[in-house]
């Protein structure tokens, strides 16, 4: 592990970083989370991280829009290719967000020595994620979408659009009435 991450993640209180991204964004983050201290982590105004949530942006960004709840013990990790949360979003409680894989192609040698890939992750605005799903790399979630408990999210989600299961499949879409 580079010095530079090992001070990002040990060395600075959980109270600095909240101070910091309040003073910066506009956005509150609670001092039990677990927050990097990261150029690649973009926080928009009045956005909440809940206790317990952690947010790694080392190796890509992470793009949280304005107004999104973040509730507590989530985790967001980002690759390469990053992840993008839309505004006015809420994200439930124990939510996983991971925007990268392993590679598995080969057989003749361990994943872990194949290396790992990165599609990304976008959810639009207005999107309700709930407690315990599953956003997966390569994700695209469309606006207004209402994402099921415990659902596993890994391909494109059409506007409007409620999905449930594993793999998650639209179970009908939402209207103006």
Known sequence: MKFKIIIQRF????PVVSIYYLIKFGCKISPKAEVEFSKYLRIGEKSQ???????????????IGRNVDIGPGCFISSHEKGIHIGDD??????????AGNYNFDRIDITM?????????????????????ACILDGAEIGNGVIVSANSVVSTKV??????IGNPARVVLKRNNI
Request: with cysteine; proline share 4%; hydrophobic share 40%.
């Open 11 to 14: 060395l600075i209180p959980s």
């Open 49 to 63: 991280i809940s206790s317990f949530t952690k947010i790694k942006a080392t190796h890509g960004y992470v793009n």
């Open 89 to 98: 979003c809420l994200i439930g409680p124990h939510v996983c967000i991971v």
């Open 112 to 132: 872990r020595q194949q290396g790992s890939v990165s599609k990304g992750i976008k959810i639009g605005n207005d999107v309700w994620v709930g407690a315990g």
């Open 158 to 163: 059409s506007d409007y659009s409620v999905i």
